[in-house]
């Protein structure tokens, strides 16, 4: 996702290819989607981590995203409507610019059905104006 002083682009994350804007899931795939096309300096914006598993159910569910904590800063996070049952992880640090959730469902595991699954929620501020992206992976 990149927030900018007029624009907010979302790309979607494949599994299996580990660079970019992309995280592997067990068996499928995470993607990002933004609220609002366009974000001014100090508005804020959501963006839902969303989840796809369409080839077999998988039980583990883990995503981390790294942006510029000069850009932007994450206010809140909403872990409901989630489709995970067990939370093993919830954290982010706008020091660092990183964010990081897992969880799990129990046996047989959560399959989708060519329909995105909420994953999390997290609504950012944009702080200045430019690019900001937002990527999958760790900023370490």
Known sequence: CFATSATCF???AASGTGGGS??????????LQASSTSVSVNNQFTV???ARSDSEP???FAA???????????M???TAGSFISNWDEE?????????????????PGYQTAGVDSLFVSLVFRAKTAGSAPINFGSSA
């Open 10 to 12: 979302c790309k979607e």
């Open 76 to 78: 809140s996070y909403s």
């Open 22 to 31: 992309e995280s592997a899931l067990l068996a499928g795939a995470f993607r």
């Open 48 to 50: 839902n981590i969303l």
């Open 91 to 107: 954290y982010y640090d706008n020091v660092t610019g990183e964010v990081s959730f897992a969880g799990g469902v129990p046996n």
């Open 58 to 60: 998988a039980s583990l």
């Open 64 to 74: 981390a995203l790294s942006f510029d904590p000069a850009r932007l800063e994450v």
